[in-house]
Structure formats: structure tokens, C-alpha cells
Nanobody, 122 residues
Framework: QVQLVESGGGLVQAGGSLRLSCAAS????????MGWFRQAPGKEREFVAV????????LYADSVKGRFTISRDNAKNTVDLQMNSLKPEDTAVYYC???????????????WGQGTQVTVSS
């Protein structure tokens, strides 16, 4: 079992920045690709970004490409999501997730954090 805990969410004005962090338990963190997903009220869970086990490969949703950056530190068992140029449509609960495979579908992820709220005001 893997436990994931997100932090760093909050309220920010449009155009601002936030950095989300995800802390993972266990000594096998390096076995997992790590993804970020988000879910806005009344909407389906949406892929945001994923980083490979080594950290050498990343994928981003078109909606966040060029604004968000995913990174990981396997020595610290952490994954971050730097969010710049935030827009009101970025408002959602953001979830950290772990998968044994490098993919963008939420159904492929085995472990999930509790989520952290990000609210972007206009």
C-alpha cells in the first residue's frame, strides 16, 4: 500500500501561481509513475500531468501545457506541480496519484491522495 498526501492548495487570483506537493509513503516510490489529476464541481476527473519513474519523461494536458510543470524527487518521495499563469478554469480539487505504468488515464492509477482545493478568482 502507498499513501499519498497533497498540500499547497489555496486561493489565488488569476495570473498568479501555486505549487502543489505530494508526499508518498514507502520505500518503493521510484517504482511508480506519478500523475496529477483535477476535478471541478459537476465535471469528470481530468488528467493534468504525469512524470515517469525516473523523472526523465513528462506529459501534460493541452489545457495546462506551458503553464504547469511536474517534477519529482525520488530521494524525498515527493512530487510537485508548479502552476503558473493560473486561470479561473483551473479551479478544482487536485489529486496526486501513483501508477505502475506511465499513462494519462485515471483508471490506470492504483493509489490516490485525498486532494487539495485550488481556487482561482477572476
Amino acid at each position: 500500500q502507498v499513501q499519498l498526501v497533497e498540500s499547497g492548495g489555496g486561493l489565488v487570483q488569476a495570473g498568479g501561481s501555486l505549487r502543489l506537493s505530494c508526499a508518498a509513503s514507502g520505500r518503493t516510490f521510484g517504482n511508480y509513475a506519478m500523475g496529477w489529476f483535477r476535478q471541478a464541481p459537476g465535471k469528470e476527473r481530468e488528467f493534468v500531468a504525469v512524470i515517469s519513474r525516473s523523472g526523465r519523461s513528462t506529459l501534460y494536458a493541452d489545457s495546462v501545457k506551458g503553464r504547469f510543470t511536474i517534477s519529482r524527487d525520488n530521494a524525498k518521495n515527493t512530487v510537485d506541480l508548479q502552476m503558473n499563469s493560473l486561470k479561473p478554469e483551473d479551479t478544482a480539487v487536485y489529486y496526486c496519484a501513483a501508477s505502475l505504468r506511465y499513462e494519462s488515464k485515471y483508471t490506470g492509477y492504483d493509489y490516490w491522495g485525498q486532494g487539495t482545493q485550488v481556487t482561482v478568482s477572476s
